[in-house]
């Protein structure tokens, strides 16, 4: 289900977005874990950018990722089917900016808080 949301995100990409999107891991997990929280992420975070960006990338030791977290985006949805994968969609916008070195408030102005 949010799987395929990502997926048809990628797809609706310019093209030399998509390449770089489309090698981005994207995972998916219920809320953020015991070690991610001790880390100082938010219990309801929806999603999250690790490891580095675009431009950073080289000799890391953790390669970039994009985290969905799917319980904290449907309660967001309230439980509707439909704002669920707008919300996924959206995390995942903001998530990939931050990996294409945007910051917060530029992604506010692009509409993807």
């Given at each position: 289900m949010a799987?395929?949301?990502v997926e048809r995100t990628v797809e609706s990409l310019p093209k030399?977005?998509?390449a770089q999107a489309g090698?981005?891991?994207v995972t998916f997990e219920r809320i953020p874990n015991a070690g991610l929280q001790a880390d100082g992420?938010?219990?309801d975070t929806l999603g999250?950018?690790?490891g580095?960006?675009?431009a950073d990338e080289g000799h890391v030791p953790m390669p970039p990722q994009i985290i969905l977290f799917l319980e904290n985006l449907w309660d967001l949805a309230g439980g509707e089917e439909k704002i669920f994968h707008k919300e996924v969609q959206t995390t995942f916008l903001h998530e990939l900016g931050?990996?294409?070195g945007l910051d917060e408030d530029e992604l506010t102005e692009r509409g993807l808080e």
């Open positions: 799987s395929g949301e030399p977005l998509r090698q981005l891991p992420i938010e219990p999250l950018f690790t580095p960006e675009f931050h990996y294409l």
